[in-house]
C-alpha cells in the first residue's frame, strides 16, 4: 500500500465515525492496520481503541493506545497515544502505573510534555496528594511557553484546589480533564499535526 492509499483508508474510517457507523470505521481501520504503513496504523489504532473508550471497555482501549505508540517512531503519533491510554486509566488505574506511563512524556523536549504535566498533577490530585498536585501545577502555570488556554485552566485548577474540599476533587479532575480532552482532540484532529505528522513520516519511507 502506498501512503495515499493508506490515507484513503483512514479517511473513510473518519467519515463512516461522522456518520455514526462503528462498524464500518472499524473495518476501515482494520484495513488501515492491514497496509503495514506504521503512521497510519498507529493513527487507526487510536481511533480504535477511542471507539472502546466510548463502550467503557478501557482495558481493550488501553491495549491498543499502548500498540499505537509501538508502531511508530514518530514521536508525535507515539507520545499522544501514550498521553490517550494515560488518560483512559485515569478512574480505575494504580498512581503507580499512571506516573510510570505519563512522567516520560513530561521531560523536555517531548512534544506533549504540558499536557503530561497536567494530567501527572490530576492523577496525583485524584488519589489523595493534593499538595504534590498543587507544587507541579505552580511550576506548569510559570512555564513561558505554556499556551495560554492551558495556563488559564492550571490557575482554576489552582484556585479550586486553594478554595476546595475534599468532595470537590473528584468534580475538579473531571472539569479540568474534559477540558484537557479538547486539547487533545485538537492535537489529533483530520486534518491536524498528527496526520500531517502520519504523511511525513509515511513521505519518509
Not at 145 to 170: F, K, N
Request: aromatic share 4%.
Amino acid at each position: 500500500w502506498t501512503a495515499a492509499e493508506a490515507s484513503q483508508a483512514y479517511q473513510r474510517g473518519i467519515e463512516a465515525l461522522q456518520a455514526d457507523n462503528q462498524s464500518a470505521a472499524e473495518a476501515a481501520f482494520v484495513e488501515v492496520e492491514d497496509a503495514g504503513n506504521p503512521a497510519y496504523r498507529a493513527l487507526a489504532l487510536m481511533q480504535r481503541a477511542g471507539l472502546r473508550v466510548e463502550r467503557g471497555e478501557t482495558d481493550e482501549a488501553v491495549a491498543l493506545f499502548d500498540q499505537a505508540a509501538d508502531v511508530t517512531n514518530e514521536p508525535l503519533i507515539a507520545d499522544i497515544a501514550r498521553l490517550k491510554a494515560a488518560w483512559a486509566l485515569m478512574d480505575t488505574g494504580s498512581l503507580e502505573d499512571i506516573t510510570a506511563r505519563l512522567s516520560p512524556l513530561t521531560e523536555e523536549g517531548r512534544p506533549f510534555r504540558f499536557q503530561a504535566q497536567e494530567a501527572l498533577a490530576l492523577a496525583r490530585l485524584q488519589h489523595g496528594q493534593a499538595d504534590a498536585a498543587r507544587q507541579q501545577l505552580q511550576a506548569l502555570s510559570l512555564e513561558l511557553e505554556l499556551p495560554e488556554s492551558m495556563r488559564q485552566r492550571v490557575q482554576v485548577t489552582l484556585s479550586l484546589i486553594e478554595s476546595g474540599t475534599a468532595s470537590s476533587i473528584p468534580g475538579i479532575v473531571e472539569a479540568a480533564a474534559n477540558a484537557a480532552a479538547q486539547d487533545r482532540a485538537a492535537a489529533s484532529s483530520i486534518p491536524g499535526i498528527v496526520e500531517a505528522a502520519a504523511n511525513a513520516a509515511a513521505q519518509d519511507r
